[in-house]
């Protein structure tokens, strides 16, 4: 790793030139997505044939090594942490080279989708947000996109002289093994700074009984086979001890047993969380459709036929309402909401 203290000269508007073939990273404020990116892009550059350069608005070195090892060739480091959205967003810009980038990655967080649009605003970039996949296929670069509708996928095919901006979000890109024995260089850069117009106190963490649950890692949900509203107090319980929220199936829904916007499905919301903790749902077609990119499912049925199985990754044929019983009683951490 060999670095640079030659500052990026600071960029005018976009103007009318060509993309360069380049592959940026913005580094984002949650590292592991930050390995997930250059994975991507990574992949994206070696089939054209290109460098991959990161902007981080932190100042660590090991993270800048860390990203070598990830994938990055070029690490465009601030020479200060960078505090504030118009900070951060200045700064990026600054870097940014002219002409611009044939693809900027980023992530679709909160505050790092909050910097991509601004971004692609102040750089004429074309925004696509949330990316699933960006590759060559037939000579020409492709864009996987999910539907604003948030169920289907849209293919979009960037113009050769367009600039695009793709956003992932945490579990979308596939991060790369960190190669310890990877070269690349570290440039130093004087991050801008802004008047902020909104300075952050401090980050309340949400209430999983509250939130919308498209936007919660871990979900426990239930179908007609918890038995009523009792055994959603159940799940409750359970949910707080796994700081999860609830969801339920169509069918509970109809029955009265929760409130609407807790149904997972074709008909309700579509999830795909860290966790999906089934208990009591059959699977019907309808369900699946709207649960099964979860990341981890573990479904309890007594039905070894169930078709909640064939999605799940772990599946336990069993009474789910006694097995959640015994999981309260078993000794773990105390969450927020039992007493200490």
């Given at each position: 790793m060999t670095q640079s203290?030659?500052?990026?000269?600071?960029?005018?508007?976009?103007?009318?030139?060509?993309?360069?073939p380049g592959v940026w990273v913005i580094a984002s404020i949650v590292p592991e997505l930050t390995?997930?990116?250059?994975?991507?892009?990574?992949?994206?550059?070696?089939?054209?044939?290109?460098?991959?350069?990161?902007?981080?608005?932190?100042?660590?070195?090991?993270?800048a090594r860390r990203m070598i090892a990830q994938g990055a060739d070029r690490v465009w480091l601030a020479d200060t942490a960078v505090v504030g959205a118009a900070s951060r967003l200045a700064s990026v810009a600054r870097v940014l080279p002219l002409p611009r980038p044939r693809f900027v990655f980023a992530g679709a967080t909160g505050e790092d989708r909050l910097l991509a649009a601004r971004l692609a605003v102040r750089c004429g970039l074309q925004l696509v947000s949330p990316a699933l996949l960006v590759r060559v296929r037939q000579r020409r670069c492709e864009v996987t996109a999910l539907h604003p509708d948030g169920r289907r996928a849209r293919q979009i095919v960037p113009a050769p002289d367009q600039s695009t901006l793709v956003t992932l979000r945490p579990?979308?890109?596939?991060?790369?093994?960190?190669?310890?024995?990877?070269?690349?260089?570290?440039?130093?850069?004087?991050?801008?700074?802004?008047?902020?117009?909104?300075t952050l106190i401090r980050t309340l963490a949400a209430d999983p009984a509250t939130t919308d649950i498209q936007h919660l890692p871990r979900l426990v949900a239930g179908g007609r086979g918890v038995g009523g509203p009792e055994g959603f107090e159940l799940l409750r319980s359970v949910a707080a001890r796994l700081d999860a929220g609830v969801a339920a199936s169509r069918m509970a829904v109809d029955l009265g047993w929760i409130e609407r916007e807790r149904q997972v499905g074709q008909s309700g919301r579509t999830v795909a969380p860290e966790l999906y903790l089934a208990c009591g749902i059959?699977?019907?077609?309808?369900?699946?459709?709207g649960m099964s990119h979860s990341r981890h499912i573990v479904a309890l049925n007594?039905?070894?036929?169930?078709p909640i199985f064939r999605?799940?990754?772990l599946g336990l044929v069993c009474d789910g309402m006694l097995t959640l019983q015994a999981l309260l009683r078993m000794p773990g951490p105390v969450s927020r909401d039992e007493p200490q």
């Open positions: 203290g030659d500052a990026p000269t600071p960029q005018a508007a976009c103007g009318s030139q060509l993309p360069e390995a997930e990116l250059l994975g991507d892009a990574r992949r994206l550059a070696d089939d054209l044939g290109v460098a991959v350069n990161v902007v981080d608005t932190d100042s660590a070195d090991a993270s579990g979308v890109g596939q991060a790369a093994l960190p190669d310890q024995n990877r070269s690349g260089t570290v440039n130093r850069f004087s991050p801008v700074r802004e008047t902020e117009p909104v059959s699977g019907a077609s309808h369900h699946l459709e007594p039905d070894p036929q169930a999605v799940a990754h």
